[in-house]
């Protein structure tokens, strides 16, 4: 069989002018590619690589977000027998640096626009791996690459046996599962899967999910390759968006998981409820009629197909289960759709079903050439009808993953056992109905390994116990539950109720180094020890059987205390954003307004996830008929913080863009010293100065200690949003330009006034300390690179009785292994009896202000381990310089 390379270049330089993919600009506007100039710009792209010495065997890594470009290099280093590693653009930086130690690249290509590019960057050279960066956001991505060069031929001698991609299944746990696919697998499926879809030519797709992605690459890639469809690639995935991009590329096919089709329904069906009531029921009867007869669909609901572009023939759903609701729907309005089954070991599909047999309880039947069969327990093969496992044998099967201590169980008599339960009938049509994997699949269709998780909370020491498992919700969804034990001796002096409040609060954090689609969308904490075997593996479906018990007692008890009061902590139905908010989650979640608190957490209580989040911000954007910008998921953990985010997004676009740029975006010492915060700095610097030391009566002990400027990073006590004030008027003017203060986006930055003040004031920086982590220390680093010098506040948050709490180990990032900046730790004594937590306006009392000696962490190793104790050592001394 040919290779991947081979057979799609072959066919692009074939097609000449034709039009083969499009990508979506952030203007909205689209670069368009033909099949010519994507051949080209793949083997002239082959060439530049062949020069940094990329050879047979060599792995090339892309993370990227998706784009021509993506698919030109992968084939251009196919070309010269190198095995590609996709690395989804969400993945966290933990696992994107676990994927790079496992796959070890001859070369890495980045993208400059994600979040984790610098932090990737900056660990791939100080392992000594070598990379290139890009921006598929130009005009010509691959330019600077290109041009000058001489394309290089097609290397005929590669075999289609040889792998041509590594997937990692698996990538923050210590040996992730690396899965080789083969040239022949993928082409042996993809045109499989054309016999029994009859996609041609004539058919034009959109691209929204990741390429790195399995059923994205094989199903939205490869699969039209082969036939010439053309694939546009679009930016958003907000509801009006996405019907926009699937009318301007006149999209007949739209390949998607189905959570993206429920969002799509929900977001029709709104359109539809707001009809009047008559309207509405004989629309109902309609689609009734459509079901039964599908080719009356589109000339009953012309008004919906158009604004579905007009063209659409079927939507393919694939990675999870489709909901029987979301076929009904799409089938009353005329449109199938089609379902397929299988996984990353089988590239990714084993059986697909067509428009002449689509339906809602199905996947259809296994591809041509693939021998699928039911099996028992004993591995006897069962009649049709009868639910077994489901196993499979093919040219697609993977032969192994790369770690061979990961094959244990997984071959048996030359079939690959896929864990999942199903069954045939005499048909030969496939039904899953099971699953015997310890696996979640998300309604997005992403795998979620409980290891994972349960691996990432363990290792902090705190917990005896944690199992993580699949709660079906009132949809029929998964939803991630994680299932804690304690340490009780690590919470001393606690009772229950805190100890489950703080436990919930750090496993949570904890996850927050994991994708976020990774997050648990529920923690449970438990003091008993969770049930086992004999071998002493958790029983997990005991403990789901504790969990439903546990929710049926409180269903009962909060039907007999009745609705709850309105009060503080609940949202404003008055104020038109939360009222809108407050739809949107009762539309999506199908948790009553009433219900909802300001601190529901959006994972944990709410059950949302990247894109039922980005489906909740459009319902907000519809109904205030504007765009809202700038908002990311990973960045919002509460429904009061996403509050904050929308208002402030709402008003950052109602200023100038010019301004933020500015104002917002330059945090270096240079940039401080220059106009125009040099006078207005200074100023207020000494205006504060004289305000502390006249109404607070302001002492300041230990700045001998801040001797040569810095690099520093400060670490105070936090009980008062005067500390931020205290400390700005409290160090030497000579340093005014040189510290920045690392304050909290949620909080200074959710108001453009708060914004400007935290900035003219204290020259803050704004972190997103319950979100884009990474991100934001990248921008610390920047400034400690530049001369500069951060306040941070380790305790995270503020004080609520004044005491010092403990330290979170995150500041340790800055200061492990680094020989240049070393800490200060800081006591601010005063401030939380003028101005506590809660406390509107300053009142009376005096300050003190104790800077101790610098500390060096040179020889701390940037390991957990490393950072706590950087955390524990930080919190002792400004506890002794509290005692003073």
């Known amino acids: ?191 499989g899967a054309l016999k029994v879809i009859e996609a041609s030519a004539k058919d034009r797709l959109v691209g929204v999910l990741p390429l790195s992605h399995m059923l994205e690459f094989t199903a939205g890639f490869v699969t039209p390759s082969l036939v010439g469809a053309p694939v546009t690639y679009i930016k958003s995935l907000k509801a009006e968006d996405l019907l926009a991009a699937l009318k301007d590329a006149r999209a007949t096919i739209f390949v998607g998981v189905p959570l993206l089709f429920e969002v799509l329904a929900r977001n029709l069906q709104g359109k539809l409820n707001g009809l009047p009531g008559p309207i509405v029921k004989a629309l109902l009867k309609m689609m009734a009629a459509v079901r039964a007869n599908p080719s009356l669909g589109r000339a009953l609901f012309y008004p919906v197909h158009r604004a579905l572009g007009g063209h659409l023939r079927f939507l393919l759903a694939g990675g999870s289960k489709l909901q029987p609701a979301t076929f009904d729907f799409f089938a009353g309005l005329g449109i199938p759709v089609l379902q397929g089954y299988g996984l990353t070991e089988t590239a990714p599909v084993l059986a697909v079903s067509g428009l002449h047999n689509a339906g809602a309880d199905h996947v259809g039947e296994p591809l041509p050439g693939i021998d699928l069969g039911i099996f028992s327990e004993e591995g006897k093969r069962l009649l049709n ?246 908002i990311d998921f990973s960045a919002i953990q509460t429904v009061q913080d996403l509050i904050g985010a929308l208002e402030f997004a709402r008003n950052a676009k109602r200023g100038s863009a010019l301004f933020s740029k500015v104002f917002f975006t330059d945090f270096s010492p240079q940039a401080n010293a220059a106009l125009p915060w040099r006078l207005p700095r200074r100023a207020t610097n000494a205006a504060l100065r004289a305000y502390l030391k ?83 220390m990248a921008r610390c680093r920047e400034a400690l690179a530049s001369g500069g010098s951060l306040v941070i506040f380790p305790e995270g948050t503020r004080s609520p009785k004044g005491n010092l709490l403990d330290f979170k180990p995150g500041v340790g990032q800055l200061l492990a292994g680094s020989p240049n900046v070393r800490a200060i730790p800081v006591f601010i004594d005063g401030a939380y009896r003028i101005m506590p937590k809660g406390s509107r306006r300053p009142g009376a009392g005096k300050l003190r202000i104790r800077f101790g000696e610098p500390i060096s962490f040179l020889d701390m190793p940037a390991t957990p381990e490393g950072l706590r104790q950087i955390a524990e050592r930080l919190h002792a001394a400004v506890k002794a310089l509290s005692l003073r």
């Open 385 to 630: 009808g009868e639910e077994g496992e489901i196993w499979a044998k093919g040219i697609n099967i993977f032969r192994g993953y790369l770690d061979p201590s990961h094959n244990e169980g997984v071959f048996q008599n030359g079939y690959f056992r896929t864990g999942d339960l199903g069954r045939l009938d005499e048909k030969n049509i496939l039904r899953i109905t099971g699953r015997k994997r310890d696996i979640i699949v998300t309604p997005a269709g992403k795998n979620i390994y409980p290891e994972e998780i349960e691996s990432t909370v363990m290792k902090s020491g705190r917990f005896l116990e944690a199992a993580v498992l699949g709660m079906q919700d009132e949809a029929g969804h998964e939803k991630i539950t994680l299932v804690l034990v304690p340490d009780r001796a690590k919470f001393k002096g606690l009772g229950p109720e805190e100890i489950r409040r703080r436990a919930a609060d750090e496993a949570g954090e904890l996850c927050r180094a994991l994708a976020d689609y990774k997050w648990p969308q529920r923690i449970e904490v438990h003091f008993e020890e969770l049930p086992k075997t004999s071998t002493r593996k958790i029983k997990k479906h005991e403990v789901r059987k504790l969990l439903l018990a546990g929710d049926a007692a409180q269903v009962i008890a909060r039907a007999a205390a009745g609705p709850a009061a309105e009060g503080e902590g609940r949202l404003n139905l008055k104020d038109e954003l939360e009222r809108s908010i407050a739809e949107g989650i009762e539309a999506i979640c199908r948790i009553k307004p009433a219900e909802i608190n300001l601190s529901d957490s959006l994972t944990k209580d709410l059950g949302l996830d990247s894109l039922t989040f980005v489906e909740l911000v459009s319902h907000v954007e519809q109904k205030f008929q504007t765009k809202v910008e700038g």
């Open 1 to 191: 069989m040919p290779t991947l390379h081979g057979k799609l270049l072959s066919l692009f330089q074939s097609r000449g002018d034709a039009y083969a993919f499009g990508l979506q600009t952030e203007t909205g506007s689209y670069r368009r590619i033909t099949a010519q100039s994507y051949a080209e710009t793949t083997l002239l792209f082959s060439a530049y690589l062949k020069e940094r010495g990329v050879k047979k065997g060599d792995r090339i890594l892309i993370l990227s977000e998706n784009g021509p470009e993506w698919t030109m290099a992968a084939l251009a280093a196919m070309n010269l027998g190198a095995v590609v590693v996709p690395v989804a653009a969400i993945a966290s930086l933990l696992e994107i640096t676990n994927t790079i130690r496992g796959a070890k690249p001859r070369l890495s290509i980045l993208s400059r626009r994600l979040p984790t590019y610098r932090a990737t960057g900056e660990f791939l050279s100080a392992e000594g791996f070598e990379s290139l960066s890009w921006d598929l956001q130009q005009p010509l991505p691959l330019g600077e690459f290109t041009t000058g060069r001489e394309p290089i031929g097609l290397d005929k001698k590669i075999s289609g046996a040889e792998d041509a991609l590594l997937i990692y299944t698996s990538g923050t746990t210590g040996s992730p599962k690396g899965v080789p696919i083969t040239h022949e697998a993928t082409l042996f499926v993809a045109e």
């Open 694 to 776: 006249i109404r607070h009566e302001m002492e300041v002990e230990g700045l001998e200690n801040l001797k040569g400027g810095g690099p520093f990073v400060f670490t105070p006590n936090h009980s008062s949003h005067m500390d931020l004030i205290s400390l700005a008027g409290s160090i030497p003017s000579s340093m005014v330009h040189k510290v920045f203060a690392v304050a909290a986006k949620d909080y200074f930055f959710n108001r453009t006034w708060k914004a400007l003040g935290a900035r003219a004031l204290v020259n803050a920086i704004p972190f997103d300390r319950k979100g884009r982590v990474q991100e934001s």
